[in-house]
């Protein structure tokens, strides 16, 4: 139905920057929210930020003034630029679309991309 490919994680020094990115295809009528979640290693999966279609957003208290999430409707595209990264930022980073509606299905669904690794040394 729906795939969610994600790029941009890697290897960054404390207090670099990097740019994530999450594409969405298939037969995609509407996508409600986009965002992005992390999980570390022993650690639960957390909201890192997400943006609704109306373009309100939410961020994590972690995060804030530091990491800047965007998204391009027409390209079914979300961007999570990542600035200022502490060493506690490591995680695996995962693409979320929220209440999609995919053309020639019943109902809504949720999507999950298969994670990209942001590691930050310190």
């Known amino acids: 139905q729906v795939q969610l490919v994600e790029s941009g994680g890697g290897l960054v020094q404390a207090g670099g920057s990097l740019r994530l990115s999450c594409a969405a295809s298939?037969?995609?009528?509407?996508?409600?929210?986009m965002g992005w979640y992390r999980q570390a290693p022993g650690k639960q999966r957390e909201l890192v930020a997400n943006m609704a279609s109306s373009d309100s957003t939410n961020y994590a208290d972690s995060v804030k003034g530091r990491f800047t999430i965007s998204r391009d409707n027409a390209k079914n595209t979300v961007y999570l630029q990542m600035d200022s990264l502490k060493p506690e930022d490591t995680a695996v980073y995962y693409c979320?679309?929220?209440?999609?509606?995919?053309?020639?299905?019943?109902?809504?669904?949720?999507?999950w991309g298969q994670g990209t690794q942001v590691t930050v040394s310190s």
């Open positions: 979320n679309a929220q209440r999609v509606v995919v053309r020639g299905y019943a109902g809504i669904y949720d999507y």
């Open positions: 298939g037969s995609i009528f509407s996508i409600n929210a």
